[in-house]
Structures are given as C-alpha cells and as structure tokens.
C-alpha cells in the first residue's frame, strides 16, 4: 500500500497504482481532487483512493503504508507520516523552506529505527502548514 501526498490532477497516482496493489492519495485543494477522481475514475482505476484533507495528517485509518510518496515541501517532516509508515517501509519527500529544500528518504527498519538521508537539492511547492511539532531531515 501506498500514501501519496499531494494528488494535483492524479497522474503520479495512476503510475503509482500501476506498481502498487492500493493508493491511498490526499490532496487539500478540492477542485484538484474531484478532477484526479474524475480522472482515474474514467481511466478505470479501481485501485486508487482519494481524499481531501491536509496532507500533513496522512490517512491513519488505512495505515500503515509500505511506501509513502510525498509531492510538496513541508518546512520538517510531518511525524503523523512516519508514524504511518510500516516497519521496513520508505518515505520520499522534499523538506525544507524554499530556496533551501532538500529531497529525503526516510526509511524505518524493522524495529522501527527512524533514518533520514538527504538525496539532492529540490524546488517543490510549499505544502500546507500544520500546527503539530514535526522532525527535520538530517
């Protein structure tokens, strides 16, 4: 199972259906996620959720997640979506503030060890603020 943050118009997540048995996808824009709906729904996926919301929150009640993709730039990493991420999953985010983001892996092994690595420098929009605490990439 897959979480994506961040739907836009549904392309990353019919590709992300293609690879993965579910998609779990949320996007806080609402006329973005009724059109990806319209969207995968004409191009029969069956295998792809998605839900209008704060990105930031993740899905809880279809977590945990294998992999958890991520499309906009938090300023720190939402810990609602490393809680939501599987032992021996991987997350895929930018990080950071504009100007200065980064994009991370964050892997979570077995018995449920937090890792960070930073893999290159990125340029994503800004995703929406949240007033819960949240972890730095390191």
């Known amino acids: 199972m897959v979480l994506e943050i961040g739907t836009g118009l549904g392309y990353q997540a019919a590709m992300l259906a293609e690879l993965a048995g579910r998609v779990y996808s949320v996007e806080i824009i609402d006329e973005l996620a009724q059109r990806a709906i319209r969207r995968l729904k004409q191009q029969g996926y069956t295998n792809v959720e998605v839900r209008i919301g704060n990105g930031h ?16 730039a938090p300023d720190l990493i939402p810990p609602p979506l490393i809680n939501q991420l599987k032992p021996g999953g991987r997350m ?8 200065a983001q980064q994009l991370g892996m964050v892997e979570k092994d077995l018995n449920g060890r937090v890792t ?3 893999i290159m420098p990125v340029l994503f929009s800004v995703l929406g603020g949240s007033d819960q605490p949240a972890f730095r990439a390191s």
Do not use: N, S
Request: aromatic content about 8%; overall charge negative.
């Open 57 to 72: 929150a993740g899905w809880p009640e279809h977590a945990p997640f294998d992999k958890v993709m991520v499309t906009a």
């Open 116 to 118: 960070t690595k930073e």
């Open 92 to 99: 895929v985010t930018p990080v950071g503030l504009l100007g």
